[in-house]
């Protein structure tokens, strides 16, 4: 049955007034990202948002990737304190930022989807004043940060150098944080290209300023990070000339800078604290198991290093579809097209087994090839190869993960995958992961992996249940309520 036979909230076939392919569902919007489309069509939307969103997130991603390669050629010990360092500023600053713009994805994608098109901008300034305020404490974090890793690291010399890697970094925070807000003011109108050709824009300079800082400037660590961080603050000034100068269509959902982004914080708020739990409840789990690899030796956290490194360039494709899935997902919740979603996310379902599957086979295919790009110690390279197997079993449970945590934001029900991720994560993942690695089984990174993975699979488990029994038109409801008010 085609999709303008359809209609999307009783699933029999519909008069007249149901849009076809081509007309807009709402008036004014540039590209009727709410209408109702068949299976086929559902997927080429899905696939037309995601591939910039693959190309972006990668690409912003490589920032660390780079950072990370300049200290493989600098040393075993610049790796290692890499990794402590990226992992620390990962949780206690972008991962924080990453969870509160989730909060964008659900009210910016329902507001366009309703209507209300000025709300967009609305919400996005709301959360950098929002950002703003969380960059005081994490920046004082980073500030003190050799002395706060010292207490966790085994050997204080990595403590210090990646506490000063954190400070250098500190020069690129604002940035982050602004153009994490402001791709959500583009990407819940449909526009996911403009962050993926600035980033395509400021990838090669990062990876200038890096080998220029850290061997021609013989900066070494901190000019690898200085350079990473000049970057973050170039990419949200390129946003705003795009915006302002070439995206005049996007200026429907600007009604000017306004009183009332200083009002009204409470959804958002409450959003952006589940979006930051989800992705902390995560991250921290990677920063508590890559600390315990120092208990091994330098050579099992460089490896790791590499390990983690892979994996998250790979978590980074079904994390990007995801987000397309959290606007799409958000457009018909605002719209009120409750059976279309649950159509659409059984597509989705499909879609992330297969990422997840094609993640695992590519890391396996590859994985000496990775570990050459990394490092050049044959030690460390033996190490992250051989555990290679248990990080390409994790990458099938992630994806399907990510898909959860996409519908969820769509139904702006992320709070419920926090209440999750914590107790399986640390009551059971964590403490698995460090006795099959460090325990009588001596497992080390192969142990580490598998009881992390164990972990993932249990949360994607009941994040499925849950999605399969919610009662998805309350969810409008409340999406409705949001806007009312």
């Not at 008069?15 to 009727?32: M, Q, T, W």
């Amino acid at each position: 049955m085609a999709a303008d036979d359809f209609d999307a909230n009783n699933g029999v076939e519909a008069n007249s007034r149901v849009p076809d392919e081509s007309s807009p569902l709402l008036p004014g919007s540039k590209d009727a990202l709410s209408r109702v489309l068949s299976d086929r069509s559902e997927l080429w939307l899905l696939f037309q948002f995601s591939i910039p969103l693959i190309a972006t997130y990668l690409l912003q991603y490589s920032n660390s990737v780079i950072t990370t390669i300049v200290a493989g050629h600098l040393s075993a010990d610049d790796l290692a304190a890499t990794s402590i360092g990226l992992t620390t500023m990962n949780i206690i600053g972008y991962a924080i930022f990453e969870g509160m713009a989730t909060a964008l994805d659900t009210l910016c994608a329902q507001s366009y989807g309703s209507g209300n098109l000025t709300d967009v901008g609305l919400h996005v300034q709301r959360m950098t004043l929002l950002m703003g305020l969380a960059a005081i404490p994490i920046g004082t974090s980073w500030i003190f940060s050799p002395s706060i890793l010292s207490v966790f690291v085994k050997q204080t010399h990595l403590a210090l150098k990646a506490g000063s890697f954190l400070r250098y970094s500190l020069v690129g925070l604002p940035g982050y944080a602004l153009f994490e807000a402001g791709k959500r003011f583009l990407q819940a109108q449909g526009d996911c290209n403009a962050g993926m050709v600035i980033l395509i824009i400021c990838t090669p300079i990062n990876a200038l300023l890096g080998w220029l800082f850290a061997f021609k400037l013989n900066m070494g660590l901190e000019g690898a990070a200085l350079g990473a961080a000049l970057t973050n603050d170039l990419r949200p000034i390129l946003l705003l000339i795009y915006v302002a100068f070439f995206g005049k269509w996007s200026h429907s959902c600007w009604g000017g800078l306004s009183k009332d982004a200083f009002h009204k914080w409470g959804p958002m708020a409450r959003l952006s604290l589940a979006g930051s739990a989800v992705n902390i409840g995560e991250w921290s789990a990677f920063e508590i198991l890559t600390f315990s690899t120092s208990y091994i030796s330098t050579n099992h956290l460089a490896a790791q290093t590499i390990l983690t490194t892979v994996s998250v360039v790979a978590w980074h494709i079904p994390f990007s579809v995801s987000v397309a899935i959290s606007t799409r997902i958000g457009h018909l919740i605002g719209a009120g097209f409750v059976a279309a979603a649950r159509r659409a996310a059984v597509l989705y379902a499909i879609v992330f087994v297969s990422i997840g599957v094609f993640d695992g086979i590519f890391l396996f295919a590859l994985r000496s090839q990775l570990a050459q790009i990394f490092s050049e110690d044959r030690a460390v390279r033996d190490i992250a190869t051989g555990s290679m197997l248990a990080v390409v079993a994790f990458q099938i449970i992630d994806s399907i993960m990510c898909g959860c945590n996409g519908m969820l934001r769509g139904l702006g029900r992320q709070s419920i995958a926090g209440w999750i991720i914590f107790p399986v994560n640390y009551l059971g993942a964590v403490p698995l992961a460090i006795w099959l690695e460090l325990g009588e089984p001596q497992m080390e990174l192969y142990g580490l992996w598998l009881g992390l993975g164990v972990g993932l699979l249990s949360i994607a488990v009941i994040e499925c249940i849950y999605l399969k029994v919610i009662n998805w038109q309350d969810c409008v409801e409340s999406a409705k309520t949001r806007e009312d008010a």
